[in-house]
């Protein structure tokens, strides 16, 4: 006599119930698995730039190897003369000819930051393209917002000026030390003050002679 077993076969239902469970699990170890073949590309994106700035920002790296790198990484470095301590986050960097870049610069260049050709950077400048929308008494920081920089042909940045974000400084301008620049400069004037206004026009013309005055360097 075959006795009949106490255990019930599982219906067609209860087979298919499972698999249903496990496809949110499936498709969870799938997400698992894309992420960690990106993480390599997103740790490269987010290190890369302090890597790059790293090494052009070292005082042992020659100004030759500097413009080097620069010119892999950046939209365009032409023959510039760039020291050490330059501190950049992004490539929409594009330098002209015959430009000189001192010590101790800061370039926040997530948005295109231009200098045009015989620019002169003194040391300590800083070039920001990044600020905040101002909102309501509870949170005056909001949305960060983005603005374009230019330097025209031939400007002269003296030692610890602060360009902010939208600025286009004229061809021929001197901008004095510790200036901080908020809104368009035009050509060929000497700026000065927080917030720079311009103080007085410069001569133009190729043979303008030099004129005494300190700037800064």
Request: with cysteine; net charge positive; proline share 7%.
């Amino acid at each position: 006599m075959v006795r009949s077993s106490p255990h019930r076969a599982p219906s067609r239902e209860e087979c298919r119930g499972p698999r249903r469970q496990l496809r949110p699990l499936r498709n969870e170890s799938r997400g698992l698995v894309k992420e960690r073949h990106e993480l390599p590309r997103r740790l490269w994106n987010n290190g890369r730039w302090d890597l790059i700035s790293t090494v052009v920002a070292s005082r042992l790296v020659p100004a030759q190897l500097r413009r080097a790198v620069l010119r892999v990484f950046c939209d365009h470095i032409g023959a510039a003369r760039i020291l050490g301590g330059l501190s950049i986050n992004n490539r929409h960097l594009v330098v002209g000819d015959n430009v000189f870049i001192n010590e101790d610069v800061m370039i926040d260049c997530n948005v295109p930051v231009v200098i045009e050709d015989g620019v002169a950077v003194g040391p300590r400048c800083s070039f920001i393209t990044s600020g905040h929308l101002v909102g309501p008494p509870e949170m005056r920081r909001r949305s960060i917002s983005y603005g374009e920089i230019h330097v025209g042909r031939g400007s002269w940045l003296a030692t610890g000026v602060t360009v902010l974000p939208g600025v286009t400084i004229g061809p021929g301008c001197i901008v004095a030390a510790g200036a901080v620049v908020h809104s368009d400069c035009e050509p060929d004037g000497l700026y000065a003050g927080v917030p720079a206004r311009r103080i007085k026009d410069l001569p133009t013309g190729p043979r303008s002679a030099d004129q005494a005055g300190t700037y800064g360097q």
